[in-house]
C-alpha cells in the first residue's frame, strides 16, 4: 500500500482531563512515508508511538515531539486552538522518533538531560542523515543534570530521570493526577532492547520506578485504546520486568531464545496485562539476538 499523508491518521486522545496523547500508527497494512525500508515506517508508525502534552489555561509542556515535523505543527496547531500560548518541550531521550518534530518548536524552552544533549550532538549527522532525515536537528536549549521540577499553569510535574531502555531516559511524574508518562521506558506489550549490555541496570530501575506507586501510566508505544482510557497500571512494570529478567536468563536457557513472542510473554497476555501487537515479534526477535550477543555476567 502506498505511504498515506504524514499525519493524516493521527488521532488525538485524552487519558487525563490535563493531558492530549497524539497517538499515530499500529495500524496493519498501513505505511507513513515510504514503501522502501525506513526507520519511521518499520519501528514507531509500524508499532505506535505516542506523544503527550501536559496543558493548564495558556500553559503547555510537549513531552516529545513525535516522528516527524508534520505530526509536531499538528501538536502545535491543536494545542493552539485550545488556547494554549506558551510551549515548553521535554525530551524523553535522544532516539528519533522523539525528537523528529523539534524543528516545530524551534522558538520555545526544549529541556533534555545532559545525557540526551551529548547523544544527540554526537549523532547529529545520522539522524539528519537519516530515513527520513531529521534536517535540521534542533537541539536542547536548556540542560538538566539530575530530576528536576517544572510548573504547567497550575500543576506540578516532576522530571525524573530513569535509566530504562536508554541510559538518558527521563520520565515525568504529576504526583497531583497520580500520572507517570513514560516515555520508552514502558511499552506494551515488550520493551526495545536498545542498550543489551545494560539490561541489569535496567531490572534495577524498573524496580526503583515501582516504588513511586503510581496508577496511571502513559508509554510513548502502547496500544491506543488502553491509553485513550486512561493508561496502564503499575502491573505494565511488573511485566516488563519479567520480560527483562527472562531475557537475562537466554545464555543459561536457550531453548528460550526460539520461543515467538506469544509464547515469551504467554503469562501477560493470557491475564490481559499485556495486549499482543504482531508487529512486536520482530522486536522480540530482535531482542533475543541482541541479548545473545552480548557476553554474559557483564
Request: glycine residues 8%; charged residues 25%.
Amino acid at each position: 500500500m502506498p505511504p498515506i499523508a504524514m499525519g493524516s491518521t493521527m488521532r488525538v486522545l485524552r487519558p487525563d482531563p490535563a493531558v492530549y496523547a497524539f497517538y499515530d500508527g499500529r495500524i496493519p497494512g498501513m505505511r507513513a512515508w515510504s514503501e522502501a525500508p525506513n526507520w519511521l515506517d518499520d519501528g514507531a508508525y509500524g508499532l505506535g508511538c505516542a506523544s503527550y502534552a501536559i496543558v493548564d489555561g495558556e500553559d503547555a509542556l510537549v513531552y516529545d515531539t513525535h516522528i516527524s515535523l508534520d505530526h509536531a505543527g499538528i501538536i502545535r496547531r491543536t494545542l493552539e486552538a485550545a488556547g494554549v500560548r506558551r510551549f515548553t518541550v521535554v525530551l524523553s531521550h535522544w532516539h528519533d522518533d522523539h525528537v523528529a518534530g523539534n524543528e516545530a518548536f524551534a522558538d520555545c524552552e526544549i529541556i533534555a538531560r545532559d545525557v540526551t544533549a551529548e547523544l544527540l550532538a554526537a549523532h547529529r549527522a545520522e539522524l539528519e542523515a537519516g530515513d527520513p532525515p531529521i534536517r535540521p536537528l534542533i537541539l536542547p536549549t536548556r540542560i538538566i543534570e539530575g530530576p528536576a521540577e517544572l510548573t504547567v499553569g497550575r500543576l506540578t510535574v516532576r522530571l525524573e530521570p530513569a535509566e530504562i531502555h536508554s541510559r538518558d531516559g527521563l520520565v515525568l511524574l504529576l504526583p497531583d493526577r497520580g500520572l507517570l508518562l513514560a516515555g520508552d521506558t514502558l511499552e506494551d506489550p515488550v520493551t526495545y532492547v536498545a542498550e543489551p549490555d545494560r539490561l541489569a541496570v535496567h531490572v534495577a530501575e524498573l524496580e526503583r520506578m515501582k516504588g513511586w506507586d503510581y496508577w496511571h501510566i502513559l508509554p510513548n508505544h502502547g496500544a491506543p485504546e488502553i491509553i485513550a482510557t486512561g493508561g496502564y497500571g503499575p502491573e505494565l512494570i511488573d511485566a516488563t520486568l519479567r520480560y527483562v529478567r527472562k531475557l537475562l536468563r537466554l545464555h543459561a536457557d536457550l531453548a528460550l531464545a526460539d520461543q515467538d513472542l506469544a509464547t515469551f510473554i504467554a503469562r501477560d497476555l493470557t491475564d490481559g496485562t499485556l495486549i499482543y501487537c504482531a508487529p512486536y515479534e520482530q522486536v522480540h526477535a530482535d531482542n533475543v539476538k541482541k541479548v545473545l550477543r552480548t557476553v554474559p555476567g557483564r
